[in-house]
């Protein structure tokens, strides 16, 4: 209860309620906003990894990625005002081979 002696609510069900009738689907993956985990719901970018993540999955320095592979077109999203570099995965893999000439 509040200071004035009414019951609060968590105000969960009411949400869960709101959707259902208003006839928003329950998401497959539980989430209430999956738009807010883009790499789920796009599974062919892989899991989201850092430059040093990437420079692993790749067999270089972070150096070799940010001044060579990126302007050679290396697949990165830079994030938010920071410019923070994210790379996925999949899409890494997927430059790679076709650089090489391999099957994506």
Known sequence: MNRRG???SSGLPETRNVNERLGIPAH???????????????ASLGEPLSIAEAARLI??????VRQTLIPMGLPV??????GK????????VRWIQSRQGGNP
């Open 6 to 8: 009414i019951p609060r």
């Open 28 to 42: 497959p993956s539980g989430l209430s906003y999956p738009q807010r985990y883009p790499y789920l719901e796009n």
């Open 59 to 64: 067999g270089c320095s972070p150096w070799t």
């Open 77 to 82: 999203f830079r994030s938010g005002a920071s």
């Open 85 to 92: 570099l994210i790379f996925y995965r999949d899409q890494v």
